[in-house]
């Protein structure tokens, strides 16, 4: 499998390959755990919270882009080898990859 974390307008927070690139995809549908159906709805709610062209004060994009590289490393922990975990960063699509065990380990 493969997955591609990213927000457009009126779309989901995570995508899959398509014949024309990647194509939006409820992540209600991909049977995750709570806390990592919350965090894409919160990714989502970030991103549509603000509307170009209002008056609304933009949304601090260094921030929402730091949360959706942790959501990205996040579901690579979940799925391990199960799945390619891809992140939309600026012009280019970047895999996260490593040992993402270590991550979970309790200091000693």
């Not at 933009?58 to 959706?68: G, H, N, T």
Request: charged share 20%.
């Amino acid at each position: 499998m493969q997955l591609l974390v990213d927000k457009d307008w009126g779309s989901s927070s995570l995508w899959v390959p398509s014949n024309a690139g990647w194509a939006s995809c409820d992540h209600h549908s991909f049977n995750l755990p709570n806390y990592l159906q919350e965090r894409c709805d919160y990714l989502s709610d970030w991103y549509e919270s603000y509307w170009p062209g209002t008056d609304q004060p933009e949304p601090d994009w260094e921030s929402y882009f730091a949360y959706k590289l942790a959501l990205a490393i996040d579901l690579k922990r979940y799925y391990g080898e199960a799945a390619q975990i891809f992140v939309w960063q600026g012009d280019f699509i970047v895999e996260i990859s490593g040992e993402f065990s270590q991550m979970t380990r309790s200091a000693s």
